[in-house]
């Protein structure tokens, strides 16, 4: 604990009148700005962290407003760690800053000292080195974002990781995995892709989102491998900080309720007056959120009836479901006893495949003419070989696959678009012979409109145009979504 006698030492704000104003007016002024055009909430569940980028608030600031806009500006958090990977120093291990406390224009910001120490002296993987932190900007730019958006004080654990090494990472994650909590907030600093063309910044940018949004590490690090190996002009890196990233993932990456969602995305080359399109730098806006017995509301709108146990049973029989058929030609025939009434319970659901974040396969049913197990089996083959957008999935190939559930509430008729909540809805959509549906996670992923959820919806799936969805049956329904 930190005696009221102890010295501390200040660190100083570095990049203040570079990176962002140095004059508290000014920057009240700009963070004003800012968070008027960013991202609205594009969540109700628990947001526990937050991906923002790190550049000049001139180039990134809207994006990083857009991910401190996905927070309760009213809760009261214990702690926020802030990590980011060094742009200065490198040594195997990460350093947490614990002589004394945070500076920016706005003030002081309070460091956990006790916690900071504590982290220190138990984890080998932390060290006390104060240089990592002098000059160090990734983790100064997130504060005032901090300092504006909430209105609670609160304690932070700033963190700059050294290391290249993704051992490193994961026993950095070890370490700081006890305190993803619910009261607790990560903020994680990193900018994509620097100095590639404009147009190809926005192909790789979107396959590194993708790959994070998997919560799958070894998607992202198998990502930023084929990112570099592809030769693309001026392309120094895909995420800079991609050692922090990383070490996210390896908390969250086996934490039932997890969920990436993407905000934002821009790169410095749409900043007006500043943005050069020939060499960029890519910043995305990502929230990550939970599904917890402190944050009922999550399950509440979907009537979600399936345990941990339930999702985990149901991911593991459409693996095993797939690997069987793929191997032998046939499908194994679960006893319906070794299943909750949950799983027996008749539901609709879709199953959907991903390789590498990229979709492989995605196809379900509505109807809940079977029960829910039965369903997902049969979704489960229809995805790996009947998905006519592609070729069936390979026996070779099923371990670089992961499968996402989405089990489906009744379909309720909606007599105007007006009823329709993006990101909590999917819709179906009827006319004639021809009909058409998104799942909810569709609006969210896209950041349609809900003009062009609908206008996709009904050209791309129902092919009835464009504006085919004016005259046709229009239903919704929630989803209770979940993944390997």
Not at 186 to 194: A, G, L, P, Y
Not at 246 to 272: F, H, Q, W
Not at 445 to 463: I, M, N, P, V, Y
Request: proline share 4%.
């Amino acid at each position: 604990m930190q005696e009221s006698n102890q010295e501390l030492i200040t660190r100083e704000p570095v990049v203040a009148g570079q990176f962002y104003p140095g004059k508290p007016d000014e920057l009240r002024a700009d963070l004003s700005r800012l968070f008027a055009g960013a991202e609205t909430k594009k969540t109700e569940n628990n947001v526990r962290a937050v991906i923002a980028p790190h550049a000049g608030y001139v180039f990134s600031g809207s994006v990083a407003a857009s991910s401190f806009n996905q927070l309760d500006t009213n809760k009261k958090y214990k702690t926020i760690f802030i990590i980011g990977s060094s742009h200065r120093m490198a040594f195997d291990g990460a350093s947490i800053y614990n002589l004394g406390n945070y500076k920016t224009p706005l003030g002081i910001v309070p460091v956990d000292i006790g916690l900071a120490s504590q982290l220190i002296a138990l984890h080998k993987c932390f060290t006390a080195r104060t240089d990592a932190h002098l000059s160090e900007h990734s983790l100064e730019v997130q504060i005032p974002f901090l300092q504006y958006r909430l209105k609670n004080d609160f304690k932070i654990i700033p963190i700059v990781i050294a290391t290249q090494n993704a051992q490193t990472c994961r026993q950095i994650a070890d370490a700081l995995r006890p305190y993803f909590t619910d009261d607790n907030l990560f903020v994680i600093s990193t900018d994509f892709s620097h100095y590639p063309s404009y147009e190809n910044a926005n192909e790789v940018d979107k396959l590194t989102a993708n790959a994070i949004l998997s919560n799958h590490p070894q998607d992202l690090i198998r990502t930023l491998d084929a990112n570099e190996s592809k030769g693309i002009d001026n392309l120094a890196t895909s995420l800079c900080g991609w050692t922090s990233v990383l070490t996210l993932m390896y908390i969250t990456e086996k934490m039932e309720g997890i969920r990436y969602i993407p905000v934002a995305y821009k790169n410095s080359g749409d900043a007006k007056g500043y943005g050069d399109k020939s060499r960029v730098v890519g910043y995305h806006s990502i929230a990550v959120t939970s599904e917890s017995a402190e944050d009922p509301s999550a399950h509440e709108s979907a009537g979600s009836f399936l345990s941990p146990k339930d999702k985990r049973e149901l991911l593991s029989l459409a693996r095993s479901t797939i690997e069987t058929y793929l191997s032998k030609g046939e499908k194994i025939k679960p006893r319906a006893e070794d299943y909750s009434e949950s799983l027996k319970t008749p539901a609709g659901a879709f199953v959907t495949l991903h390789k590498e974040g990229q979709l492989r396969g995605c196809i379900g049913r509505f109807e809940p003419g079977n029960p829910l197990y039965e369903v997902v089996q049969e979704m489960a083959i229809a995805s790996a070989t009947r998905d006519t957008r592609f070729m069936p999935v390979t026996l070779e190939e099923l371990t670089r696959i992961q499968i996402e559930i989405s089990v489906l509430t009744p379909l309720k008729k909606i007599q105007s678009v007006d009823e329709i909540e993006l990101g909590k809805h999917g819709i179906y959509m009827k006319k004639g012979v021809h009909s058409g549906t998104f799942l909810p996670q569709v609006a969210t992923d896209t950041k349609w409109s809900l003009e062009e959820f609908l206008g996709h919806c009904a050209r791309d799936k129902a092919g009835i145009g464009w504006d085919g969805w004016k005259d046709a049956e229009l239903f919704v329904y929630e989803a209770i979504i979940f993944s390997e």
